[in-house]
């Protein structure tokens, strides 16, 4: 870290505390049990939140304090290293009580993913050790005004100070919480890297202009880097692992379609809740209370199964992960893993959308009323889905299992 005043906060002009020693987890068990009790704690909030749309400073340091960040680090390194099933459920758990607040640290496990991948074994020290020592990894996305996310207009070149980055990012979910801030850029070959900077480098400004109906605070704004100061050991040439099988892709798909299995269940844990508490059963039913009428009963079963058979796909994905990780992953390995969570990805996108619709169903017009803020699981739903098309999911299954042709590799599967 640099001795700068950081430029990334918010309107109210908070910024990224110093980093903190979180509690340290050991077990898988130990971080699903942590993570039910923050979630707890962030479902009081998450309403009022999304609906004043108040950043979640004070729950995103409780997060980082209960170890919950640093849960997929390898033991060798100091970390629990769970398994992706629970990671998978971490996320899910969180996201059913706040998925805005849940979503931010993809990114983090994201990049520690790819770390595990192309790193060197003193980047994983280091970085590894500052995530248990609570550094927060945020993220600097994909460029706006270009014909494609792939494009980069953002620079790493050299000077007689030394590296030096510059560019401006957007959709970069988590920046504005973060100690580090990697992102994409082409070095003076015009190859891609990877390149990390401090969120308090001079010269690095997160501006918090994230406007989207739904995800509302995840503050997934714009960075801009002009000059920004980089460390040489913070560069990984991604350019030259393009080849090379991974499960950085999978992991952070998966990653995904946690979130959105999160609100799924939020979702119709709240339709159910509505039925029973304030419903009133059509006129036509025959019954006095809402949960005795025939056709909300079938729904709510419906739902129920949707939910349960796309859970059952997105912990099969994560133990597909899990047994590829086992061993060397090859190209065929890794592109059963992408398979195995596009099929998890398409069926959570699919209950997620369907249950934040027949919320207001089962409920009724009542349910609409904005005191109830119930809109919110939608409006989180639409957003979030369109993290990337789900169309290409079958696409991609469909060409595997008709011609054996492996995915493209890349953050997307």
Same mark, same amino acid.
């Given at each position: 870290?640099?001795?700068?005043?950081?430029?990334?906060?918010?309107?109210?002009?908070?910024?990224?505390?110093?980093?903190?020693?979180?509690?340290?987890?050991?077990?898988?068990?130990?971080?699903?049990?942590?993570?039910?009790?923050?979630?707890?704690?962030? @479902?009081?909030?998450?309403?009022?939140?999304?609906?004043?749309?108040?950043?979640?400073?004070?729950?995103?340091?409780?997060?980082?304090?209960?170890?919950?960040?640093?849960?997929?680090?390898?033991?060798?390194?100091?970390?629990?290293?769970?398994?992706?099933?629970?990671?998978?459920?971490?996320?899910?758990?969180?996201?059913?009580?706040?998925?805005?607040?849940?979503?931010?640290?993809?990114?983090?496990?994201?990049?520690?993913?790819?770390?595990?991948?192309?790193?060197?074994?003193?980047?994983?020290?280091?970085?590894?050790?500052?995530?248990?020592?609570?550094?927060?990894?945020?993220?600097?996305?994909?460029?706006?005004?270009?014909?494609?996310?792939?494009?980069?207009?953002?620079?790493?070149?050299?000077?007689?100070?030394?590296?030096?980055?510059?560019?401006?990012?957007?959709?970069?979910?988590?920046?504005?919480?973060?100690?580090?801030?990697?992102?994409?850029?082409?070095?003076?070959?015009?190859?891609?890297?990877?390149?990390?900077?401090?969120?308090?480098?001079?010269?690095?400004?997160?501006?918090?202009?994230?406007?989207?109906?739904?995800?509302?605070?995840?503050?997934?704004?714009?960075?801009?880097?002009?000059?920004?100061?980089?460390?040489?050991?913070?560069?990984?040439?991604?350019?030259?692992?393009?080849?090379?099988?991974?499960?950085?892709?999978?992991?952070?798909?998966?990653?995904?379609?946690?979130?959105?299995?999160?609100?799924?269940?939020?979702?119709?844990?709240?339709?159910?809740?509505?039925?029973?508490?304030?419903?009133?059963?059509?006129?036509?039913?025959?019954?006095?209370?809402?949960?005795?009428?025939?056709?909300?009963?079938?729904?709510?079963?419906?739902?129920?199964?949707?939910?349960?058979?796309?859970?059952?796909?997105?912990?099969?994905?994560?133990?597909?992960?899990?047994?590829?990780?086992?061993?060397?992953?090859?190209?065929?390995?890794?592109?059963?893993?992408?398979?195995?969570?596009?099929?998890?990805?398409?069926?959570?996108?699919?209950?997620?959308?369907?249950?934040?619709?027949?919320?207001?169903?089962?409920?009724?017009?009542?349910?609409?009323?904005?005191?109830?803020?119930?809109?919110?699981?939608?409006?989180?739903?639409?957003?979030?889905?369109?993290?990337?098309?789900?169309?290409?999911?079958?696409?991609?299954?469909?060409?595997?299992?008709?011609?054996?042709?492996?995915?493209? @590799?890349?953050?997307?599967?």
């Amino acid at each position: 870290m640099t001795d700068q005043s950081s430029h990334a906060s918010d309107v109210t002009g908070r910024r990224p505390s110093a980093p903190v020693r979180p509690f340290l987890i050991r077990s898988d068990q130990e971080a699903l049990d942590v993570a039910s009790r923050l979630a707890e704690h962030f @479902r009081l909030g998450a309403s009022e939140r999304d609906a004043k749309r108040l950043l979640p400073w004070d729950e995103v340091d409780e997060y980082t304090a209960s170890g919950l960040g640093g849960i997929t680090i390898p033991k060798a390194f100091g970390g629990a290293e769970v398994s992706n099933v629970t990671l998978a459920k971490v996320f899910e758990i969180l996201c059913a009580a706040d998925p805005a607040l849940g979503q931010i640290p993809q990114n983090q496990f994201g990049v520690l993913a790819l770390l595990k991948d192309v790193g060197s074994d003193a980047q994983k020290a280091r970085i590894f050790g500052d995530v248990l020592n609570g550094f927060r990894i945020g993220n600097a996305g994909p460029e706006k005004k270009t014909k494609s996310v792939v494009i980069s207009t953002t620079t790493l070149r050299s000077t007689p100070d030394g590296l030096r980055l510059t560019g401006r990012r957007f959709y970069s979910t988590g920046a504005i919480f973060a100690h580090w801030i990697p992102t994409r850029a082409i070095d003076e070959e015009g190859r891609a890297v990877q390149v990390w900077a401090a969120y308090d480098a001079p010269g690095l400004t997160v501006i918090d202009d994230w406007s989207s109906f739904g995800q509302r605070t995840t503050a997934s704004g714009s960075v801009e880097f002009e000059g920004v100061p980089v460390d040489p050991e913070l560069v990984f040439p991604v350019w030259s692992y393009a080849g090379r099988p991974g499960l950085a892709g999978p992991i952070s798909q998966l990653v995904q379609a946690s979130i959105d299995a999160g609100i799924a269940a939020a979702a119709i844990g709240d339709a159910v809740d509505f039925v029973r508490d304030r419903a009133r059963p059509w006129v036509d039913s025959g019954v006095t209370l809402a949960i005795e009428d025939p056709t909300i009963i079938h729904s709510v079963g419906s739902l129920y199964t949707d939910l349960h058979a796309a859970q059952a796909i997105l912990y099969e994905a994560a133990e597909t992960i899990d047994r590829v990780a086992k061993d060397k992953v090859t190209d065929a390995s890794s592109a059963l893993a992408s398979v195995a969570v596009a099929e998890a990805k398409i069926l959570t996108t699919e209950i997620a959308l369907s249950a934040t619709e027949h919320l207001f169903d089962l409920a009724g017009s009542a349910a609409t009323r904005a005191a109830h803020n119930l809109g919110r699981h939608w409006r989180n739903a639409r957003v979030h889905t369109l993290h990337d098309p789900v169309r290409w999911k079958y696409h991609l299954i469909g060409k595997y299992e008709l011609t054996g042709a492996y995915p493209a @590799r890349h953050q997307w599967n």
